[in-house]
């Protein structure tokens, strides 16, 4: 059974940086799409940043150049690296998989996943 665990969440002041990272388990699909999504209290759940099993990448406008989105050589950690923090990035921040590589324009839709983690709390403060 596939589970992700993510953690790293925090409180930080504006400016700073964070870096989460969502551990995999029971996941040995060699063509897959992992991403990250947010939600903040009273808005929709949004796609953040996305990677699939070819290594494209897709991110929000709203954190291009500010965040970045990895995983480590066996593929079994995501990871999301947050800079340049501002207090509108408060928000739950989940780790999403699925067992397919979704074409790119897609890597950023909460549909498209299967797995979803509990999620991990980034509180920034101005």
């Known amino acids: 059974q596939v589970q992700l665990v993510e953690s790293g969440g925090g409180s930080v002041q504006s400016g700073g940086s964070l870096s989460l990272s969502c551990a995999a388990s029971?996941?040995?699909?060699?063509?897959?799409?992992m991403a990250w999504f947010r939600q903040a209290p009273g808005k929709e759940r949004e796609g953040v940043a996305g990677?699939?099993?070819?290594?494209?990448?897709s991110y929000v406008a709203s954190v291009e150049g500010r965040f970045t989105i990895s995983q480590n050589n066996t593929k079994n950690t995501l990871h999301l690296q947050m800079n340049s923090l501002k207090p509108e990035d408060t928000a739950m921040y989940y780790c999403?998989?699925?067992?397919?590589?979704?074409?790119?324009?897609?890597?950023?839709?909460?549909?498209?996943?299967?797995?979803w983690g509990q999620g991990t709390q980034v509180t920034v403060s101005s």
């Open positions: 999403a998989a699925v067992a397919f590589r979704a074409a790119r324009s897609l890597l950023l839709l909460p549909g498209v996943y299967t797995y």
């Open positions: 990677i699939s099993s070819d290594g494209s990448t």
């Open positions: 029971g996941y040995t699909y060699i063509t897959y799409s």
